[in-house]
């Protein structure tokens, strides 16, 4: 088991840009498939995005390709979420999570660990 921890949500203007981190801690970091989800009030927890264990293969939610970038750093025990030209609907708690087995999948309840999660709010 791993424990992980977001950080880098805030109130943002619509078209801004953010980047979340999530910091894991561990020394299997390196053998963990690493997911963001995210939660907006009164909705189920979503997939954003995801990224193999190398890194080399990452997948995205339609509602983000070509805005949000998902990143990791198997040296730094750290995964990112770049999130540019963000718009309210992008407002969610965004909680990072860990898969320890397979493949990236969508689903969350695929994933085992999860983060507490950050807010993100942008307005309009």
């Known amino acids: 088991q791993v424990q992980l921890a977001e950080s880098g949500g805030g109130l943002v203007q619509a078209g801004a840009s953010l980047r979340l981190s999530c910091a894991v801690s561990?020394?299997?970091?390196?053998?963990?498939?690493m997911g963001w989800f995210r939660q907006a009030p009164g909705k189920e927890r979503a997939f954003v995005a995801g990224?193999?264990?190398?890194?080399?293969?990452?997948a995205y939610a339609d509602s983000v390709k070509g805005r949000f970038a998902i990143s990791r750093d198997n040296t730094k025990n750290t995964v990112y979420l770049q999130m540019n030209s963000l718009t309210p609907e992008d407002t969610a708690v965004y909680h990072c999570?860990?898969?320890?087995?397979?493949?990236?999948?969508?689903?969350?309840?695929?994933?085992?660990?999860w983060g507490q999660g950050t807010q993100v709010t942008v307005s309009s």
């Open positions: 561990g020394r299997t970091f390196s053998s963990y498939i």
């Open positions: 999570a860990a898969r320890g087995a397979g493949v990236i999948l969508t689903t969350p309840d695929a994933f085992s660990s």
């Open positions: 990224i193999s264990r190398s890194g080399g293969q990452t």
